[in-house]
């Protein structure tokens, strides 16, 4: 079963690729059209570049406040972060982007695309990351709460010697994921006019009408940045290993 | 240094772990034995003496004085301590040498460097010094005991307090932890275990507490109740066990 099952899914994937990589590489590309347009690529993408890393850092604060919310013993904080999670899990992330921009920011007369777009992207990848952290806290076993117990530990001490450097070595996969989907995120914050990646090729497509040759470099551009993410991943995960 | 329980009650939601039990254990006790059927109450019993647990009520005294209720104000208690638990409890993502050393730095305020010796000191008397850099998943049971053995009295405690330390063990290993245990109550350590050894409770302890249903059936010399119980259970329990 195992060996059919491998060779089944080695033929159909390995076909798929062939095909679609066939089928893109075959189609005739007018490069001379987005030629010009160079300079918007490469700002677009630092662009991305940079609203990814300050959202990364945001939601990965904004993910560890509401998980802590979630944990407290206080019916409170616990109420109203579960609310914010479920509020931003259960809502599009362009809705909260426009609303972010057209309703909050002006009430509070803030004008910064950049700002706006960085704080919505942070709170909605904070929100998931919350959760995936929740689930790392949760699955320590409760033998290790009784062991730090028992040698004197007070609460702060078990999370911070015991909970959370088990916790990172779980988390650290489905983070990683996250982190990724926030990248590719950055692309909705074309509808507050943030010039991204994204924002520059649909211009350079409207100037060009070169679909294909506006939208391709996409592809490189948004896997470069998620790529090493997922290779920081795979190696933290094996420095944070301790199963032998 | 004398412990006295009165009235001492604990019930979970619908099951009353501990009945009100009253023992009074004297200066001279050095070895207590809680024995009796599974689920009678020697782990609950173990740990309110502890301060693992508070009380639903009634109270422990120790030298006469009432132990505080709550959590943080049992911690002082608990750090005077040292815990033993069945299934070792050691913290996984640490080497076994680490594991001794953090309770030292963390709670007891010792220098790092004092606590690497006494860490050197406990596991070789233990007969690990090959194994100071391994992880918990690299050992067997009967290592990770003697591990979890040594971070419990590498701060010299008042009471040495053991749950059930052999259960998850084979035989070999078995005998391996309870040597060191017996090496222990020779060098003048006080304990209190709880044990499904009979064998073992009978020669290392000098008074034996049986529990069953959550309350105290016999209290006693160890030797005197081994030899002549007094009520109808404990003879039909203890000849049971040692038919085998």
Same mark, same amino acid.
């Given at each position: 079963?195992?060996?059919?099952?491998?060779?089944?899914?080695?033929?159909?994937?390995?076909?798929?690729?062939?095909?679609?990589?066939?089928?893109?590489?075959?189609?005739?590309?007018?490069?001379?059209?987005?030629?010009?347009?160079?300079?918007?690529?490469?700002?677009?993408?630092?662009?991305?570049?940079?609203?990814?890393?300050?959202?990364?850092?945001?939601?990965?604060?904004?993910?560890?406040?509401?998980?802590?919310?979630?944990?407290?013993?206080?019916?409170?904080?616990?109420?109203?972060?579960?609310?914010?999670?479920?509020?931003?899990?259960?809502?599009?992330?362009?809705?909260?982007?426009?609303?972010?921009?057209?309703?909050?920011?002006?009430?509070?007369?803030?004008?910064?695309?950049?700002?706006?777009?960085?704080?919505?992207?942070?709170?909605?990848?904070?929100?998931?990351?919350?959760?995936?952290?929740?689930?790392?806290?949760?699955?320590?076993?409760?033998?290790?709460?009784?062991?730090?117990?028992?040698?004197?530990?007070?609460?702060?001490?078990?999370?911070?010697?015991?909970?959370?450097?088990?916790?990172?070595?779980?988390?650290?996969?489905?983070?990683?994921?996250?982190?990724? %989907?926030?990248?590719?995120?950055?692309?909705?914050?074309?509808?507050?006019?943030?010039?991204?990646?994204?924002?520059?090729?649909?211009?350079? %497509?409207? %100037?060009?009408?070169?679909?294909?040759?506006?939208?391709?470099?996409?592809?490189?551009?948004?896997?470069?940045?998620?790529?090493?993410?997922?290779?920081?991943?795979?190696?933290?995960?094996?420095?944070?290993?301790?199963?032998? | 240094?004398?412990? !006295?329980?009165?009235?001492?009650?604990? +019930?979970?939601?619908?099951?009353? =772990?501990?009945?009100?039990?009253?023992?009074?254990?004297?200066?001279?006790?050095?070895?207590?034995?809680?024995?009796?059927?599974?689920?009678?109450? #020697? *782990?609950?019993?173990?740990?309110?003496?502890?301060?693992?647990?508070?009380?639903?009520?009634?109270?422990?005294?120790?030298?006469?004085?009432?132990?505080?209720?709550?959590? *943080?104000?049992?911690?002082?208690?608990?750090? #005077?301590?040292?815990?033993?638990?069945?299934?070792?409890?050691?913290?996984? +993502?640490?080497?076994?040498?680490?594991?001794?050393?953090?309770?030292?730095?963390?709670?007891?305020?010792?220098?790092?460097?004092?606590?690497?010796?006494?860490?050197?000191?406990?596991?070789?008397?233990?007969?690990?010094?090959? +194994?100071?850099?391994?992880?918990?998943?690299?050992?067997?049971?009967?290592?990770?005991?003697?591990? =979890?053995? =040594?971070?419990?009295?590498?701060?010299?405690?008042?009471?040495?307090?053991?749950? !059930?330390?052999?259960?998850?063990?084979?035989?070999?290993? #078995?005998? !391996?932890?309870?040597?060191?245990?017996?090496?222990?109550?020779?060098?003048?350590?006080?304990?209190?275990?709880?044990?499904?050894?009979?064998?073992?409770?009978?020669? =290392?302890?000098?008074?034996?507490?049986?529990?069953?249903?959550?309350? #105290?059936?016999?209290?006693?010399?160890? !030797?005197?109740?081994?030899?002549?119980?007094?009520?109808?259970?404990?003879?039909?329990?203890?000849?049971?066990?040692?038919?085998?």
């Amino acid at each position: 079963m195992k060996t059919f099952l491998g060779i089944f899914v080695s033929v159909v994937l390995g076909a798929t690729f062939c095909f679609v990589f066939w089928v893109v590489a075959s189609h005739d590309y007018q490069w001379d059209a987005i030629a010009p347009y160079k300079g918007n690529f490469i700002s677009g993408w630092w662009t991305t570049l940079l609203i990814s890393v300050i959202a990364l850092v945001g939601s990965i604060l904004i993910g560890a406040l509401l998980t802590s919310g979630q944990l407290s013993p206080w019916k409170v904080p616990r109420i109203l972060s579960r609310s914010f999670v479920e509020i931003i899990r259960g809502t599009p992330l362009l809705t909260q982007i426009l609303i972010g921009y057209y309703l909050v920011a002006p009430a509070i007369g803030w004008d910064s695309r950049f700002g706006v777009g960085f704080l919505v992207l942070s709170c909605f990848s904070g929100a998931y990351l919350s959760e995936i952290f929740r689930g790392g806290v949760e699955s320590i076993p409760s033998s290790q709460w009784l062991s730090a117990k028992a040698i004197g530990f007070t609460d702060a001490q078990t999370y911070r010697f015991v909970v959370i450097p088990q916790a990172i070595r779980r988390v650290l996969p489905a983070s990683a994921g996250q982190f990724a %989907n926030l990248v590719k995120d950055s692309s909705l914050l074309f509808v507050i006019s943030v010039h991204e990646f994204t924002m520059q090729a649909r211009e350079v %497509n409207a %100037n060009t009408y070169a679909t294909f040759e506006a939208y391709l470099p996409l592809i490189f551009g948004y896997f470069i940045l998620t790529f090493p993410i997922s290779l920081l991943s795979r190696s933290l995960e094996k420095r944070f290993a301790y199963e032998h | 240094m004398s412990i !006295e329980t009165a009235s001492l009650t604990k +019930h979970y939601v619908e099951t009353k =772990a501990i009945d009100n039990v009253s023992v009074s254990i004297g200066d001279d006790v050095q070895v207590l034995a809680l024995i009796g059927p599974s689920g009678g109450g #020697k *782990s609950t019993f173990l740990r309110l003496i502890g301060g693992l647990e508070s009380p639903t009520s009634g109270e422990v005294m120790v030298n006469g004085i009432k132990l505080p209720v709550g959590d *943080s104000a049992l911690r002082e208690w608990r750090k #005077k301590n040292g815990f033993l638990f069945q299934s070792f409890n050691l913290f996984p +993502h640490l080497t076994a040498e680490e594991n001794v050393i953090l309770p030292l730095v963390e709670v007891h305020q010792s220098s790092r460097e004092d606590a690497k010796n006494r860490a050197q000191e406990m596991l070789s008397r233990f007969g690990l010094t090959k +194994h100071l850099g391994k992880k918990p998943g690299q050992l067997s049971g009967g290592q990770q005991q003697r591990v =979890a053995l =040594a971070r419990a009295i590498a701060n010299k405690p008042q009471w040495l307090l053991l749950d !059930e330390p052999t259960s998850a063990l084979d035989p070999e290993m #078995k005998a !391996e932890v309870l040597d060191l245990i017996e090496e222990l109550q020779k060098s003048g350590q006080k304990i209190i275990l709880s044990t499904h050894e009979m064998g073992f409770a009978r020669r =290392a302890s000098d008074h034996v507490i049986f529990l069953s249903d959550g309350q #105290k059936l016999e209290e006693g010399n160890a !030797e005197e109740l081994f030899e002549n119980p007094k009520t109808a259970e404990v003879k039909l329990f203890l000849e049971k066990v040692m038919k085998w």
